[in-house]
Structure formats: C-alpha cells, structure tokens
C-alpha cells in the first residue's frame, strides 16, 4: 500500500487537475500514449526514482513524492511570505504532528526544533515564521524545571550551567556576539549570528522582535540549527522523582516527536524543492503536465546531524531494560525504536544541573568535543531551492 504522504499528494493533484478541466478520461488517455511511446521507444524508461515511496524510518530510507502542482504559487522572491507559506504547507501535511506547545496556564514551555517570534511565544502557538530544517544537533533534556516550563526557556534555572556550558564548549556563539543594540540599522533587518550570506534566507524580517527580549533557546535553531526537547514534557526539578515506568512512557513518547519532526522536516524540504521545479518549469516554458521528474528525499539528508542527551539518566532510561551505565561523548548503541538514521551521531553530555557534582573541567570536556564536531557541520544544511550542502 502508499504511505499516507503519497495518498496526499496524489489526492491535491487530482483535485487541482479536477479544476483545470481535466477529466479521468483525459489522464488515462495520456497515460495510454505515454505508455505506447515508451514500447516504440520513444520514450526512456520510468526512473528507478519512480519506485513506490517507502518510509522514512530507519531501514527505509528513501522518500519519493511526484512532483506535481499548479503554476501559481508563491515564488522565492517574498522571502517572509514565502517563509510562512511554506511552513504553514509542511504543517498541513496530514501524517505529521506539531511540536509540543504548553496551553497550560502560566507556562511557556514548547519543543524548538525552529526558532520561534514573540508573538508565537507568547500567544502559545505554532509559529510558522521560521522554517523547520534539517539540524545541526538536537539536545535532549530530562524534563523542564519548574522555571523552564513557567519562562519557555530551555535551562533557564539560575543554578543550571547548561548556557555558559554552550557558550564556553563552542557549541553557541560566545555572548558578546549574542548581544544587540536597540536602533542598529543590522537589528531592523535581522541580522543572524552568522556571517552574511545564504543563510540570511532563512530568517524571516519580523525576527528584528526577538533581540528585545533575548530567548537564546528561541533564536537558536534557526540561526544556528541548534534544537532543543526532553524526554519528558513535564515540569518539575527532582529527575529522580520519576521511575521507571514513568521514563519508559516518557521514552516511547520521546521518538514519537522525534520521528514527527522528520516528518515535518521532510515536509518543508518536499515543499521547497517542488516550488524550485516548478519555478525552474516556468522559466523553461515546459509543460507540467507532461513532467514526470520524482522528489526524492534521503532520510540522512534531513535527520540531526548529531543528538545529545545532556545527561546520562535520560540516555539510559531510552532502553529497556535501562542500561547500568555510559559514557560521556559519541555513543556506538542507539535506543530501540530510535527514529534518525545510523548516520545521526549520538552523545551524551554530563549535566548540566547544579545538583550534579563535577568539576569543572570535568563537566565542560565533553561539550568541547561536541562544539569541535559542530563546527565542521555547515549552516544551513539546505540550499533555497532544497538541495542539500
């Protein structure tokens, strides 16, 4: 049977196709000549890249989705709108969930795996300003403490190291580049962390907000493709207060979301590409009824590069039975039903909670290691036509 995203796509065309006038009969007449070409030899053969779609889970690794759609769309050019209509296109997708948001009263606290404005922030809503892209690396919590899940903000405890942690492993930009003044002209336009270039694309205008107010954890993923989640979505400061039955429902649900944010990653990525095709169509002058060229989309392509559970207790309880003990730095055995490819890196990092005892050096080794791997991964991983880097 097609996987749900086929069915999908295959239902929109149709009913585009429906609204241009063209009948069933229309099709399978074409689909007769196409058919009859191909044994004169007219025609190449169909692609290998025109196989049945397969899941994007592990052992599966290839995505193909027709390339089909009307003429009409938003072209490249509106870079804020475009932004939003593409995310908001991805999130439609009837076979991928949102991210976690809290609706609860008097918390903030949400999954980041894309940046997200203020005025999503605080109004508790998906923000599809930002797109979803493929990510540097996804750090792994245990559960928001009670200040986390009260400020949105990952690691925002006083007493938590996990920010200077970041900053001193090279794994965020150090704090003096983080730091924005009100009425720079580079502000209005907002301006990345990063150097200009490319990667500006992905930042949509109405970012210039979020410097008011500084959220790092907001900023981030889009900036530098640094997510954030937790095993657990729920608040509260003493880990060992949850057993093991606890941790294993937290487990099951943590490669849920994790597999919804390939999902909605694949998604974009699909979106993006079929916007390019079909702009590079346009200009070609190629009739798109006639094109018959697969997406195809590699699930190592759009996985994290690397995950980092920043904590041992959280890595272990993936298993079952938990494991006894790891170690600090890239891990060779993954968790069962873990849904990102072999080819995302896994590590684990020493917590950062100040009732963990380390020393210092001790603490931060680890997240140099895991900054010198960072840095050798490029941002964006993603071209503004889809390609990847």
Request: a positive charge; one cysteine or more.
């Amino acid at each position: 049977p097609l996987p749900l995203s086929c069915v999908w796509m295959l239902r929109r065309a149709l009913i585009r196709l429906e609204r241009k006038g063209v009948s069933m009969a229309d099709l399978s007449t074409f689909a007769f000549r196409r058919k009859r070409r191909r044994r004169e030899g007219d025609d190449p053969p169909p692609s290998a890249a025109h196989s049945a779609p397969a899941s994007i889970r592990q052992g599966e690794r290839r995505e193909c989705i027709k390339n089909e759609g009307d003429g009409g769309a938003t072209t490249m050019s509106s870079v804020s709108s475009s932004i939003e209509n593409i995310s908001a296109a991805a999130a439609a997708s009837p076979e991928c969930s949102p991210p976690f948001v809290c609706t609860q009263e008097g918390g903030l606290f949400r999954e980041k795996y894309s940046s997200v404005c203020n005025s999503c922030f605080e109004s508790k809503q998906v923000c599809h300003h930002h797109l979803e892209l493929p990510l540097r690396l996804i750090l792994i919590g245990h559960n928001p403490s009670e200040h986390a899940w009260t400020s949105g903000n990952f690691y925002s405890n006083p007493t938590n190291r996990m920010w200077k942690l970041l900053h001193e492993g090279g794994i965020m930009p150090p704090p003096d580049r983080c730091k924005r003044e009100q009425g720079k002209e580079e502000e209005k336009r907002g301006r990345r962390w990063l150097e200009e270039g490319e990667g500006d694309w992905w930042t949509s205008p109405v970012d210039a907000a979020t410097f008011r107010r500084p959220n790092l954890s907001n900023r981030s993923p889009s900036e530098i493709g640094v997510g954030f989640t937790d095993i657990g979505t729920v608040p509260g400061n003493d880990a060992a207060a949850y057993d093991k039955a606890t941790m294993k429902k937290w487990a099951v649900d943590l490669n849920k979301r994790l597999n919804n944010h390939l999902c909605r990653v694949r998604s974009t990525i699909l979106t993006i590409q079929q916007r390019a095709s079909r702009e590079r169509e346009r200009e070609s002058g190629r009739d798109e009824r006639e094109e018959e060229a697969s997406i195809c989309v590699e699930a190592e392509a759009i996985a994290p590069a690397v995950v980092a559970f920043t904590g041992k207790r959280q890595f272990c309880q993936m298993f079952s039975p938990p494991l006894s003990k790891c170690s600090h730095g890239k891990q060779q055995t993954l968790p069962p039903g873990w849904p990102f490819p072999p080819t995302t890196e896994v590590w684990v990092l020493p917590s950062s909670s100040g009732r963990a005892v380390m020393s210092n050096e001790a603490r931060l080794e680890p997240y140099k290691q895991l900054g010198e791997r960072i840095a050798s991964i490029p941002w964006p991983r993603v071209r503004k036509d889809g390609s990847f880097r």
